[in-house]
T-cell receptor, first 112, second 115 residues
Framework: EPEVTQTPSHQVTQMGQEVILRCVPI?????FYWYRQILGQKVEFLVS????????KSEIFDDQFSVERPDGSNFTLKIRSTKLEDSAMYFCASSATAYEQYFGPGTRLTVT | AQKVTQAQTEISVVEKEDVTLDCVYE???????LFWYKQPPSGELVFLIR??????QNEISGRYSWNFQKSTSSFNFTITASQVVDSAVYFC????????????FGAGTRLFVKA
């Protein structure tokens, strides 16, 4: 069964560094999403992406964040200058029909 | 506005007990999807069920069952004869057109099943 994959599974970085989290969505999907889950809290929407542009973003998704689909298969989330409060689990999701999202296993980001 | 409420923060049961996790949702759309996910300590989100707003039939899958009631905007999840392996955080979630199809999660219910 096709699945969403994410790399790395765990990323440790120092405050102020740039990180790129990578996702490979399911191949025929058209809608892509990033979500964040701070430890012990609920999963929160960050951004949705369709037709090579952002379709919606939350207030969390400020200028420090950007997304890209660089090569037609990967979908990346970049954090330009990480802060301690960016430490969280980041989930990528993709869908063919918008309603039905498939989530990746997540990348745990630790900012020290 | 879309909202998912899981009023139970933590539930603790003894193995073999039945347990019901409550979920109440809010949406203005007539077409929407509801979901349950399990999050074990390893952190991934394990998909359990998806239900669309036009299908109010209750569903049973092994020890799991779901009760969808549009009249009360509830989508409750019952685990029958709970096992220690059921210990996890369970999230109820909603996706609708007004919300741009993003998934709105509830705060989660942490279930402890003791041997």
């Amino acid at each position: 069964e096709p699945e969403v994959t994410q790399t790395p599974s765990h990323q440790v970085t120092q405050m102020g560094q740039e990180v790129i989290l990578r996702c490979v969505p399911i191949s025929n999907h058209l809608y892509f999403y990033w979500y964040r889950q701070i430890l012990g809290q609920k999963v929160e929407f960050l951004v949705s992406f369709y037709n090579n542009e952002i379709s919606e973003k939350s207030e969390i998704f400020d200028d420090q964040f950007s997304v890209e689909r660089p090569d037609g298969s990967n979908f990346t989330l970049k954090i330009r200058s990480t802060k301690l409060e960016d430490s969280a689990m980041y989930f990528c999701a993709s869908s063919a029909t918008a309603y039905e999202q498939y989530f990746g296993p997540g990348t745990r980001l630790t900012v020290t | 506005a879309q909202k998912v409420t899981q009023a139970q923060t933590e539930i603790s049961v003894v193995e073999k007990e039945d347990v019901t996790l409550d979920c109440v949702y809010e949406t203005r759309d007539t077409t929407y999807y509801l979901f349950w996910y399990k999050q074990p300590p390893s952190g991934e989100l394990v998909f359990l069920i998806r239900r669309n707003s036009f299908d109010e039939q209750n569903e049973i899958s092994g020890r799991y069952s779901w009760n969808f009631q549009k009249s009360t905007s509830s989508f409750n999840f019952t685990i029958t004869a709970s096992q220690v392996v059921d210990s996890a955080v369970y999230f109820c979630a909603l996706s609708d057109h007004t919300g741009g199809f993003k998934t709105i999660f509830g705060a989660g219910t942490r279930l402890f099943v003791k041997a």
